[in-house]
């Protein structure tokens, strides 16, 4: 719900009291007027899921990104994922409701250190992967870039003689290592929400729910991916739950995920994935954007992604090869 007296900046509307449903409809309109895109992660509040024109995981939404003729995209998503949509798209105008929404994962592997790291090894020549989460500084010093959406598919398209840094997402590499049996140097980053979840957890829902099958994101440690009937992407997710022939499942990710789920398949009966604490499963980056910030950000076209036009080109190139490969 809207709270009452929600300021909206220079709003033209000013001072704006009404319920989300109204505010959705009016985000909605206001997108009309600016040719605005709205593309919303699949760990977005429901609010900001329901006014989207496009909900998805980080491959779909860098699609969405590159295929869009609007002036504008409204990302309601973390700071990397508008920044993606920024490289491909350098005349648009890219809003994100909040500018702090970060992610772990990118946090983790500073572009100086990647550069770093690069040269005090530059005898072994690495052939650079960069999980899509990352920041623009690391996606310039790199190769190609993948998803948890195609990352094996892009491992197995490296070339055999070079070897393979794959950063940041150490689990996400494990498990491709698994998959493709190639072998790579990994960083050390990790989501701080997946490895909440524990083998002691998954095993306490497991009993209580001895038929539902368990699905995994691919950032889960290995104890928990080996107990996962299903290790994928968001997408996927949605994919292997309309097919799987359970009525219930339990959901191993973020808890935004189980919005999407519901809706798409009612019914079927999603289990969140516990914790061993009372952690509640949100990513706190991806949850700092709410239906008003996206109301007032579109309004007053800001936060802005920008970046330097050296970085931003050296970052195109390797998402270019990505969604070359993948498509
Ligand atoms: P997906 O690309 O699978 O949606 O994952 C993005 C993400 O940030 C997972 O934590
Ligand atoms: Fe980053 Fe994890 Fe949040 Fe995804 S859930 S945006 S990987 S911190």
């Known amino acids: 719900m809207v709270a009452p007296g929600v300021n909206f900046g220079s709003s033209r509307s000013g001072t704006l009291s009404r319920s989300s449903c109204d505010l959705a409809q009016e985000l909605r309109e206001l997108a009309r007027e600016r040719n605005a895109v709205i593309l919303a992660h699949n760990y977005q509040v429901p609010e900001l899921q329901e006014a989207a024109d496009f909900v998805g995981d980080s491959l779909g939404l860098s699609y969405q990104a590159a295929k869009t003729d609007a002036d504008v995209?409204?990302?309601?998503?973390?700071?990397?994922?508008?920044?993606?949509?920024?490289?491909?798209?350098?005349?648009?105008r890219v809003i994100l409701p909040d500018l702090e929404a970060g992610c772990s994962l990118s946090e983790s592997c500073p572009p100086e250190k990647l550069a770093e790291f690069l040269k005090k090894n530059v005898d072994k020549n690495y052939y650079v992967i960069a999980y899509i989460n990352c920041s623009a500084g690391v996606k310039a010093q790199s190769d190609i870039i993948c998803t948890s959406g195609n990352a094996d598919k892009i491992v197995r398209e490296a070339p055999e003689d070079r070897q393979i840094l794959f950063v940041p997402d150490q689990n996400l590499g494990a498990w491709v290592m698994e998959r493709t049996g190639r072998k790579m140097d990994l960083w050390q980053g990790t989501c701080y929400v997946h490895v909440e979840f524990t083998a002691r957890s998954i095993n306490r829902i497991r009993e209580e729910y001895p038929s539902a099958p368990?699905?995994?994101?691919?950032?889960?440690?290995?104890?928990?991916?080996?107990?996962?009937?299903?290790?994928?992407?968001?997408e996927k997710m949605?994919?292997?739950?309309?097919?799987?022939?359970?009525?219930?499942?339990?959901?191993?990710?973020?808890?935004?995920?189980?919005?999407?789920?519901?809706?798409?398949?009612?019914?079927?009966?999603?289990?969140?994935?516990?914790?061993?604490?009372?952690?509640?499963?949100?990513?706190?980056?991806?949850?700092?954007?709410?239906?008003?910030?996206?109301?007032?950000?579109?309004?007053?076209?800001?936060?802005?992604?920008?970046?330097?036009?050296?970085?931003?080109?050296?970052?195109e190139l390797p998402i270019l090869r990505m969604l070359e490969l993948s498509r």
């Open 238 to 315: 949605i994919a292997f739950c309309k097919n799987s022939a359970a009525r219930e499942i339990i959901i191993v990710t973020e808890a935004g995920m189980l919005h999407r789920l519901k809706k798409e398949i009612p019914d079927k009966t999603f289990i969140p994935g516990p914790t061993d604490n009372c952690f509640c499963g949100e990513c706190r980056f991806m949850k700092m954007n709410t239906l008003e910030k996206a109301y007032g950000a579109l309004l007053n076209m800001e936060p802005e992604i920008t970046l330097p036009e050296s970085i931003r080109q050296r970052a």
């Open 73 to 92: 995209i409204l990302f309601c998503g973390v700071h990397f994922m508008a920044e993606t949509a920024k490289i491909i798209n350098p005349t648009k």
């Open 214 to 234: 368990v699905v995994a994101h691919p950032e889960c440690t290995y104890a928990v991916r080996m107990l996962a009937d299903e290790v994928c992407s968001t």
